[in-house]
Nanobody, 124 residues
Framework: VQLQAFGGGLVQAGGSLRLDCAVS????????MGWFRQAPGKEREFVAT????????YYADSVKDRFTISRDNAKNTVYLQMNRVKPEDTAVYYC??????????????????WGQGTLVTVSS
């Protein structure tokens, strides 16, 4: 299973950005997907997760009501729409696929497949 995230870049505070994660191999349509991020000097943290069918989502408190995770199983792609971004959202963002199971999860160790990360920089 290969995951490739793209869409990162420089954005002003208050602006919007969309991250895409294209998945190849495996059975994407039955895999729970998530987004995590790692800011400089900090540990990787959970951002959002979405169930295999897109009906269930869960967000970190820090991004709730600003970010939206979604997926298109026909395109094997998961998205992270980032609105009203803040400087503290600056990080490398990683998409990930859950190893086993169907429940959405915020636990990074439960994700077996990881993309290479895409850098998001929010200027104040």
């Amino acid at each position: 299973v290969q995951l490739q995230a793209f869409g990162g870049g420089l954005v002003q505070a208050g602006g919007s950005l969309r991250l895409d994660c294209a998945v190849s191999g495996g059975t994407f349509s039955s895999t729970v997907m998530g987004w995590f991020r790692q800011a400089p000097g900090k540990e990787r943290e959970f951002v959002a997760t979405v169930s295999w069918n897109g009906l269930n989502t869960y967000y970190a408190d820090s991004v709730k009501d600003r970010f939206t995770i979604s997926r298109d199983n026909a395109k094997n792609t998961v998205y992270l729409q980032m609105n009203r971004v803040k400087p503290e959202d600056t990080a490398v963002y990683y998409c990930a696929g859950l190893g086993t199971g169907w429940r959405i999860s915020r636990v990074s160790s439960e994700y077996a497949y990881w993309g290479q990360g895409t850098l998001v920089t929010v200027s104040s």
